[in-house]
């Protein structure tokens, strides 16, 4: 009988602190003509360990709560241990009451150069500068997870954006791309700077109301889901007009325009007309699919 126990809270200590995401990590070198080298798959094998078993929030965590998301590092370049690529970042979250699952983050992240010796040692320190590849895998790992956050709690995601730009500032040591104001509109420091911008706060409203009080809403009310999905949108409006086509703009539709125009194309009647005018003002880069929204 004591056995018995044993094993029970061995078992609860596991499921309660379960790793918070579920990672698809692939390691694409073709463009090297090399692709076949071991060390690509070292670096992938390492790589989907470093992601998916660290523990990187205090948070208790159920299997069936690990978050969904996609890694794809393309290698362009490589010379000894000086690697040069892009990095491809997704996540998605279940949508309440279906089996559906949301897109949340969509980031294809260019500045990615780094070192690496194979079999290296990944070591993540919160408050420390260990590698470039690491600090960008933690950078998108904690973007993950405040989006995620976002979207089922006003701000939810404070403490991981937060952990984000320590990540951005202590990586500015090193003079790779990408963790500095004049690395362009489009680096990892613009996109953390943005999304804890007041400037900018309309995009973190949007994430949970458009989620949280609209998607979810859809399996009891699908109506009212839609009405608050169109309501959410139009808080783009003010957003747009001070900083128009901005940056967290694009990477919201670049994560949701499918999803947008398939939710508009179908089910109970909302104003439509007043949805495409919002959407061609706020995401004219996707108008082609708000002219197909006809319902």
């Not at 809270?9 to 090297?32: D, H, K, R, W």
């Not at 150069?113 to 790992?141: D, G, K, M």
């Not at 320590?166 to 996109?191: C, H, M, P």
Request: include cysteine.
């Amino acid at each position: 009988m004591r056995s018995i126990f044993y094993i029970f809270f061995f078992c609860l200590g596991f499921i309660g602190y379960s790793q918070e995401l579920n990672c698809s990590l692939v390691v694409n070198a073709q463009q090297t003509g090399n692709e076949n080298q071991s060390i690509f798959k070292t670096l992938e094998k390492q790589l989907t360990e470093f992601i998916n078993n660290s523990k990187w929030t205090s948070r208790s965590v159920a299997p069936q709560e690990r978050i969904d998301c996609s890694m794809v590092i393309t290698i362009t370049d490589y010379s000894g241990e000086n690697f040069q690529g892009t990095i491809q970042v997704q996540s998605s979250r279940p949508v309440f009451g279906s089996t559906f699952n949301t897109p949340v983050y969509n980031f294809n992240d260019r500045d990615f150069s780094f070192r690496y010796l194979e079999f290296q040692n990944l070591i993540f320190n919160p408050t420390q500068y260990e590698s470039n590849l690491v600090s960008v895998l933690a950078f998108h790992v904690y973007m993950v997870l405040g989006l995620d956050a976002d979207t089922f709690a006003k701000q939810g995601g404070d403490a991981y954006f937060k952990q984000a730009q320590t990540i951005v500032n202590y990586s500015q040591q090193e003079n790779y791309k990408g963790w500095k104001l004049e690395d362009g509109l489009q680096s990892r420091f613009a996109l953390i700077d943005n999304l804890l911008s007041p400037t900018f706060s309309a995009y973190r409203e949007v994430m949970y109301s458009y989620h949280r009080l609209g998607l979810d809403v859809m399996s009891e009310n699908a109506k009212r889901g839609k009405e608050e999905i169109a309501s959410s949108l139009k808080l783009f409006e003010a957003m747009n007009s001070r900083r128009p086509n901005s940056f967290l703009l694009r990477t919201f539709f670049d994560a949701k325009s499918d999803e947008i125009e398939q939710i508009f194309s179908d089910g109970p009647n909302v104003n439509i007309a007043s949805v495409k005018e919002t959407l061609q003002s706020v995401a004219p880069m996707h108008s082609g699919k708000w002219a197909n929204i006809k319902f």
